[in-house]
Nanobody, 123 residues
Framework: QVQLVESGGGLVQAGGSLRLSCAASGSIFSINDMGWYRQAPGKQRELVATITRGGSTNYADSVKGRFTISRDNAKNTVSLQMNSLKPEDTAVYYC?????????????????WGQGIQVTVSS
């Protein structure tokens, strides 16, 4: 089994900062891409940022220059530093990872999601 557990959400005023973290645990052989997604009330889930195992990053236009994604391959963690937060950043944020896990004598690749964590930005 593999689990992704997010932490670091909460309530912050506009212009403030938050740092989200996500830790993957379980029978992990390797992790490919990791990322953050978010879903606001009444809206579809959208990509926020992704990072490859080698450190290449991709950001949604709405967060470029304000958010920074990073990862620690040794610890199987991914973080999202969010600065200059806006009320429109309010959403449930989900960690996601493309994970290869050990299963007996073989490996299986699958996508995993965290349970989500609330970020609320007040105006």
């Amino acid at each position: 089994q593999v689990q992704l557990v997010e932490s670091g959400g909460g309530l912050v005023q506009a212009g403030g900062s938050l740092r989200l973290s996500c830790a993957a645990s379980g029978s992990i052989f390797s992790i490919n891409d990791m990322g953050w997604y978010r879903q606001a009330p009444g809206k579809q889930r959208e990509l926020v940022a992704t990072i490859t195992r080698g450190g290449s990053t991709n950001y949604a236009d709405s967060v470029k220059g304000r958010f920074t994604i990073s990862r620690d391959n040794a610890k199987n963690t991914v973080s999202l530093q969010m600065n200059s937060l806006k009320p429109e950043d309010t959403a449930v944020y989900y960690c996601a990872a493309d994970i290869i896990r050990r299963v007996v004598l073989t490996t299986i690749r699958d996508d995993y999601w965290g349970q989500g964590i609330q970020v609320t930005v007040s105006s």
